[in-house]
């Protein structure tokens, strides 16, 4: 039982440049998915706070550490949390020109970037079983959407359009600003079968899920459908309609076969 090569779409706001997209996404497949963790899927979506400096850069960062170096689920703990964080918070403070920066804003760069995360991987349950199992983290609200039998059956870590706010926890490139961070930590686990659709995605695109199927529109249906010819139009389209809030927009699609 494969898992077929994810699809990726993505867009920035609408009237900004591609290089001012501040969400990011990584997935990484293995040739063999087996019951080691060598033979994990990992998948990895963030949305970096605007407002903040250099958070295109930590969201990079972030997806790439957690698709390079995923942190032990089972074993997940503050200090674990932290000590993962660490050497990405080192990499992201590397890369910040600090020598470009002018007086008045190198407060705000200390201060760090911040950015929403949401972390996935995907083994083998067992040699003997036709099923995956799958874990996942999420701090904000980035969301994980699992589909079987043409039904919505997992949505983590929110589960409606209302429990989206403009104050979502997020990860701090700072370590220095993470007190409290463990707090806002949300973790799930299951089990995905042949013919499940596994949807990750940034809080614009889940906020739009949740509410398509809250009036049962079966919004899956049309992700499934869509092809990159047309992704920025539909996204368009959606956000001139009011379905959808004009910002960075990233999902990921992965189907069990």
């Known amino acids: 039982m494969p898992l077929r090569p994810p699809t990726k779409f993505w867009l920035p706001k609408a009237g900004n440049r591609t290089d001012e997209y501040e969400d990011a996404s990584r997935a990484l497949y293995p040739q063999r998915i087996g019951t080691s963790g060598r033979g994990l899927a ?3 979506v963030t949305d970096g706070a605007s407002d903040a ?7 990079n960062v972030l997806v790439d550490a957690f698709v390079s170096r995923t942190p032990d689920l089972d074993g997940l703990s503050p200090e674990s ?24 804003g190198e407060a705000k760069a200390r201060a760090g970037a911040f950015a929403t995360l949401l972390g996935l991987t995907i083994g083998a349950s067992s040699p003997r079983t036709n099923r995956f199992s799958w874990q996942a983290m999420a701090i904000g609200d ?3 959407f699992i589909v079987r039998d043409d039904r919505l059956q997992v949505s983590f870590p929110l589960e409606a359009h209302a429990e ?21 930590v949300r973790q799930d686990s299951g089990e995905c079968v042949a013919g499940d659709l596994i949807i990750v995605a940034t809080d614009a695109i889940a906020a739009w899920f949740l509410a398509q199927n809250a009036i049962e529109k079966k919004p899956w249906e049309t992700l499934a459908e869509l092809q990159s010819s047309v992704w920025d139009d539909w996204v368009a ?4 309609e009011g379905l959808m809030r004009n910002d960075d927009t990233t999902v990921v699609i992965i189907e069990v076969s």
Request: charged residues 25%; contains cysteine.
């Open 53 to 59: 400096a250099f958070a295109r850069e930590w969201a």
């Open 81 to 104: 949390l932290s000590g993962w964080l660490e050497p990405a918070q080192d990499e992201w403070h590397d890369q910040v020109p600090w020598d470009r920066i002018p007086w008045h």
């Open 164 to 184: 989206f706010d403009n104050n979502p926890a997020l990860v701090c490139s700072n370590p220095t600003s993470v007190e409290g961070l463990w707090e806002e």
């Open 42 to 44: 990992r998948v990895a």
């Open 237 to 240: 389209e959606q956000r001139r």
């Open 142 to 144: 980035c969301c994980l």
